[in-house]
């Protein structure tokens, strides 16, 4: 049974391109949520999907913005790449049973943006 | 004004001792609470839920939760040094969305 996937594992930018994350989910998982992770930091939740659909938003900018295909894989994108959207940048897969949820976190993408 | 405070460290402690690692929200409406360990470098790997008022014990490790003094922590009993790494404490109200702390980095010294 795969766990997390992500791609890619790094990525270096410049300021002011855009960039796709992607994140495959554990089998039998319906539901992803990215998170960003500065250094130093604990991660910050950018936004939840389910049945394709964006379920819930954090505190961050349009600039961010992602997708899930049927599959329940999902995507990440930024643009317009400021410095400091340099980070992990993590997906993580859902799993809901009585009432409890419980999310695993795949390797993460470490972006830079220079 | 975070919602989930931990002391950053870094907790030193001998091999073979118990470490003690703290958290405090200030949603009282969080529901799920979670520690994370992350390596330099990796990803957040999780180690224990806590749902209920109480002690849970898995192996080396016990959550502790006190939702009437907002206050949740983690013992590490005989720790090793494979245990040196930073400790994420997170907690869930409704939706799903993880709030997290800014870590504890333990440090277990041979």
């Known amino acids: 049974d795969a766990g997390v996937t992500q791609s890619p594992t790094h990525l270096i930018k410049t300021r002011g391109q855009q960039v796709t994350l992607r994140c495959s989910p554990k089998?039998?998982?319906?539901?992803v949520s990215w998170y960003q992770q500065a250094l130093g930091q604990g991660p910050q939740f950018i936004f939840q999907?389910?049945?394709?659909?964006?379920?819930q938003r954090g505190n961050f900018p349009d600039r961010f913005s992602g997708h899930q295909f049927p599959n329940y894989s999902s995507e990440l994108n930024v643009n317009a790449l400021l410095l400091g959207d340099s980070a992990l940048y993590l997906c993580?897969?859902?799993?809901?049973?009585?009432?409890?949820?419980?999310?695993?976190f795949g390797p993460g993408t470490r972006l830079l943006v220079l | 004004q975070k919602e989930v405070e931990q002391n950053s460290g870094p907790l030193s402690v001998p091999e073979g001792a118990i470490a003690s690692l703290n958290c405090t929200y200030s949603?009282?409406?969080?529901?799920?609470f979670f520690w994370y360990r992350q390596y330099s470098g990796k990803s957040p790997e999780l180690i224990m839920s806590?749902?209920?008022?109480g002690d849970k014990e898995d192996g080396r490790f016990t959550a502790q939760l006190n939702k009437a003094s907002q206050y949740v922590s983690l013992l590490i009993r005989d720790s090793q040094p494979s245990d040196s790494a930073t400790y994420l404490c997170a907690s869930t109200g409704g939706g799903n969305k993880l709030t997290f702390g800014t870590g504890t980095q333990l440090k277990v010294e041979l």
């Open positions: 993580a897969s859902i799993t809901e049973g009585g009432g409890q949820e419980t999310q695993y």
């Open positions: 089998s039998g998982h319906d539901t």
């Open positions: 806590i749902y209920s008022n």
């Open positions: 999907y389910y049945e394709e659909e964006e379920r």
């Open positions: 949603d009282r409406g969080s529901q799920s």
